[in-house]
């Protein structure tokens, strides 16, 4: 059974860069049975996709954080990471990392690590 | 604002049947994108409950059925448990803002 482990600081400085991992277990991060993304929920708004990896090595980010969001992978660790650059306030929330099973139209979320608070605050 | 919209809440007794409805659009679900449902407790991983309008995944009770028409989607939960007490979120993809969106989830209180 795939599960998804989440790490990384819960605080970070306004302008400095966020950085998450998401450790992959019951599973490959080679597979090309899944694809990897990271999702964020704002407190007290909805859930926001910001992006996601794919096993052919494509990325695709969401339009209006494309500029500062890199997401890549480390093979030898079965990790994927989530790096945002010049964060500011609005960029505080809890953070999730998922795994979507890659079958053709296929779009949703199939499994969630469990999410992390990030505050931006100096 | 969420691109698809829901109501903030819902509730029912024990054992009786509510629907959570999602509205979208005509470039979202209106498009023909399929709608996925998830169940989200605090401080515990979102969880699939509805893929592709109307599927479950391998687990989820069939107490929980999806359905889509036009430019929404509802997701219905018969014979309500304590359990099911929590947020739940509809998601598809929006070709005019080339992402997948979700909607701002609708609390599910059992009485």
């Keep these: 059974q795939l599960q998804l482990q989440l790490s990384g600081?819960?605080?970070?400085k306004p302008s400095e860069t966020l950085s998450l991992t998401?450790?992959?277990?019951?599973?490959?991060?080679?597979?090309?049975?899944?694809?990897?993304?990271?999702?964020?929920?704002?407190p007290g708004k909805g859930l926001?996709?910001?992006?996601?990896?794919?096993?052919?090595?494509?990325?695709?980010?969401?339009?209006?954080?494309?500029?500062?969001v890199t997401i890549s992978i480390d093979t030898s660790k079965n990790q994927f990471s989530l790096k945002l650059s010049s964060v500011t306030a609005a960029d505080t929330a809890v953070?999730?990392?998922?795994?979507?099973?890659?079958?053709?139209?296929?779009?949703?979320?199939?499994?969630?690590?469990?999410?992390?608070?990030?505050?931006?605050?100096? | 604002q969420s691109v698809l919209t829901q109501s903030p809440s819902v509730s029912g007794a024990p054992g009786l049947r509510v629907t959570i409805s999602c509205?979208?659009?005509?470039?979202?679900?209106?498009?023909g994108y399929d709608v996925q449902?998830?169940?989200?407790?605090?401080?515990?991983?979102p969880k699939l409950l509805i893929y592709g309008n109307r599927n479950r995944p391998s687990g989820v009770p069939d107490r929980f059925s999806g359905s889509k028409s036009g430019t929404s989607a509802s997701l219905a939960i018969t014979g309500l448990q304590a359990e099911d007490e929590a947020d739940y979120y509809c998601q598809s993809y929006d070709s005019s803002l080339s992402r997948w969106v979700f909607g701002g989830g609708t609390k599910l209180t059992v009485l």
């Design chain 1, 48 to 68: 926001e996709w910001i992006g996601s990896f794919y096993s052919s090595g494509s990325t695709y980010y969401n339009p209006s954080l494309k500029s500062r």
């Design chain 1, 9 to 12: 600081p819960g605080l970070v």
């Design chain 2, 37 to 45: 449902w998830y169940q989200h407790l605090p401080g515990i991983a």
């Design chain 1, 22 to 42: 998401c450790t992959v277990s019951g599973g490959s991060i080679s597979s090309s049975s899944y694809y990897w993304g990271w999702v964020r929920q704002p």
């Design chain 1, 95 to 122: 953070y999730y990392c998922a795994a979507n099973i890659a079958v053709p139209g296929h779009d949703a979320f199939d499994i969630w690590g469990r999410g992390t608070l990030v505050t931006v605050s100096s």
């Design chain 2, 23 to 31: 509205t979208g659009s005509s470039s979202n679900i209106g498009a």
